[in-house]
């Protein structure tokens, strides 16, 4: 619109001056002209400039994305051995089992009168002193072998913590490398966003100019035109040539009039309303049907389907069922959501999480101090936040509007 007024404005000057002195009505629109051109010209010099720093930033990008296929491949091996624990884990509790019941039918056989003294009693009755030789290595076979597995299952239990402590260690792994994940891929999409938008702005810049550039040339081919049938009117008959002269002076002031009215209606064209639209909590129901209805789908970086799903991508699929539509990321989620404190969060809200100083973990709140997401060890699956990893990187609540 303001383009629209100075294209108004200069006609008005253009059409007066070229009666009264054309010299100087080429000189101005020369002058505008060599300004489109100097702008141009700047601007291809910015273009080179953001082309440089474009390729920085799809180096930046690439970088980024190797970062990203590294941390997955140490996310696989980490599954890999949390498999391993877990199963070693199964098996030391199996052998633990074996020997308890073996012990126990041993302590049966020896103890079968009740008392401890049944050794005593098998020596004492031997026959001959070969017999009594071959008695006392029963004996010391038997109390060998208890003690051997008794030795071995005090071992395997010892075993069995050591595992299941570097279980939880191999799941906080995960889920700090989920995290940095979640972190890198927001890193992604604004880099990827700044890009479009710089080479956005320098395209329509440069075609802002090279219009007004070209507009100018327009103008002024009509002013010689017109200059030029003036002056041919005007050897002729000047009181007519006076005439037009008022006339086309008059015009363009009446064009201005309208053109400076035009903005206001444009403002109230493009006037609209605030629409507030009702918290998750009125779809609590359809939120939660899909969100249980993935659970146990896998953890998949960047995975938006049921075949495998990161935190926000979990969050994002439970909601639009609803009808609603989250950002892509975790801190997106958590810029885009109306914050609450714990004591007013209720189910279907968001809950979030920063492993590593950003907005790395997002969930869907249940009540109860617990939430669903789409955890790095388990896939979709309910966790406390009360317990000693989630409550140390809790954030805050967000309610989705």
Same mark, same amino acid.
Not at 82 to 92: C, D, T
Not at 104 to 120: L, P
Not at 288 to 297: E, I, R
């Given at each position: ?49 953001? !082309? ?26 980490? !599954? ?25 039918? !041993? ?139 008022? $006339? ?16 206001? $209606? ?13 918290? $998750? ?73 920063? !492993? ?46």
């Amino acid at each position: 619109m303001k383009k629209k007024l100075v294209h108004l404005a200069l006609l008005t000057v253009l059409g007066f001056t070229t009666v009264v002195s054309p010299v100087t009505a080429y000189a101005s629109i020369d002058s505008d002209i060599e300004s489109t051109n100097k702008q141009l010209t700047d601007l291809e010099a910015q273009e080179k400039s953001a !082309q440089a720093t474009l390729v920085e930033v799809a180096d930046s990008i690439k970088e980024n994305e190797a970062k990203a296929d590294s941390l997955v491949e140490e996310m696989t091996a980490a !599954q890999t051995t949390l498999k391993e624990l877990q199963s070693e884990i199964e098996a030391l509790t199996e052998a633990i089992e074996n020997r308890e019941e073996k012990l126990a039918t !041993q302590a049966r056989s020896v103890q079968t009168s009740g008392n401890t003294g049944n050794f005593v009693h098998f020596l004492l009755e031997s026959e001959t002193f070969a017999d009594a030789m071959a008695r006392m290595d029963v004996i010391s076979s038997l109390v060998k072998a208890n003690q051997d597995l008794v030795t071995a299952q005090n071992q395997d239990k010892e075993a069995v913590v050591v595992a299941e402590a570097a279980t939880e260690e191999k799941l906080q792994e995960q889920n700090v490398l989920a995290a940095e994940l979640e972190a890198a891929k927001a890193d992604l999409e604004t880099k990827k966003l700044e890009k479009e938008v710089v080479v956005a702005t320098i395209a329509a810049e440069k075609a802002d100019v090279q219009e007004q550039k070209d507009y100018y040339l327009s103008v002024k081919k009509a002013a010689e035109t017109e200059a030029a049938l003036l002056t041919s009117v005007e050897a002729v008959t000047p009181e007519v040539s006076t005439t037009n002269e008022s $006339a086309e002076s008059s015009q363009p002031a009446s064009s201005t009039v309208e053109a400076a009215s035009a903005p206001e $209606a444009e403002l109230k064209a493009t006037q609209t309303s605030n629409v507030t639209t009702s918290p $998750a909590g009125g779809v609590w129901g359809t939120v939660k049907n899909a969100a249980y209805s993935v659970s146990g789908t896998p953890y998949l970086f960047g995975g938006t389907t049921t075949s495998g799903f990161d935190c926000s991508g979990f969050t994002s699929y439970a909601f639009s069922k609803a009808g609603i539509t989250l950002p892509r990321t975790a801190s997106g989620q958590y810029a885009a959501s109306t914050k609450i404190s714990q004591s007013q969060a209720q189910p279907g809200d968001l809950v979030f999480f920063s !492993q590593t100083g950003g907005i790395d973990h997002v969930g869907i709140y249940l009540g109860n101090n617990k939430f669903i997401g789409a955890q790095s060890s388990t896939g979709v699956a309910v966790a406390e936040i009360n317990q000693y990893y989630w409550a140390k990187y809790l954030v805050g609540f967000g309610r989705v509007n």
